[in-house]
């Protein structure tokens, strides 16, 4: 008897689960994906100015790399 009615709780149990989460329940719905703020064109420009720099520096005069 007591296996008989441990079948039913856990059909009971599964049946349950199995219908909690249905087709047409609601869901939220996805954000949208975000924008990026440059473009791919632009990060590779910034990159490459910040590596001139590095490279040339502006702005020093030879006068006083000489000194």
Known sequence: ???LSAMVMADN???HHVH???PK???QPERPPR???TT???LTATALHRLAH???PHGVSPEATTS
């Open 25 to 27: 329940a609601r869901t």
């Open 1 to 3: 008897m007591l296996a």
């Open 40 to 42: 791919m064109r632009e």
């Open 35 to 37: 924008r990026r703020r």
């Open 54 to 56: 590095r490279l040339e």
């Open 20 to 22: 909690s989460a249905r």
């Open 13 to 15: 149990a599964t049946r």
